[in-house]
């Protein structure tokens, strides 16, 4: 049993929206926050958006305020990541990780996340 695993990923045009998903299985969300992290080709990879399932707060990088936004379904033991008015440099695979614990207004550092998802593929061209 996967711990995480992401969905949603494929092709879509300058400007367009996609909705990932990241379904958590053998654990309940509640206890933990969900991050999610990208990785373009020859770059590292970087912090995107959190949420705290247990309250609902959120984090987002520079890079995704204003365009991206997270969230959870608890039912459904998943966390979304809408992203609209994408463009070429959001190119990458997008990964989705949990945290035993809260974040606040900035992501800990990768190696403190537990699990990982196998990622998801967007790519954003015309």
């Known amino acids: 049993q996967v711990p995480l695993v992401e969905s949603g990923g494929g092709l879509v045009q300058p400007g367009g929206s996609l909705r990932l998903s990241c379904a958590a299985s053998?654990?309940?969300?509640?206890?933990?926050?969900i991050a999610w992290f990208r990785q373009a080709p020859g770059k590292e990879r970087e912090g995107v958006a959190s949420?705290?399932?247990?309250?609902?707060?959120?984090y987002y990088a520079d890079l995704a305020k204003g365009r991206f936004t997270i969230s959870t379904d608890k039912s459904k033991n998943t966390v979304y990541l809408q992203m609209n008015g994408l463009n070429p440099e959001d190119t990458a695979v997008y990964y989705c990780?949990?945290?035993?614990?809260?974040?606040?207004?900035?992501?800990?550092?990768?190696?403190?996340?537990?699990?990982w998802g196998q990622g998801t593929q967007v790519t954003v061209s015309s």
């Open positions: 990780a949990s945290y035993a614990g809260y974040i606040g207004t900035y992501l800990p550092p990768q190696s403190n996340f537990g699990h």
């Open positions: 053998g654990f309940t969300l509640d206890y933990y926050a």
């Open positions: 949420i705290n399932s247990g309250d609902g707060s959120t």
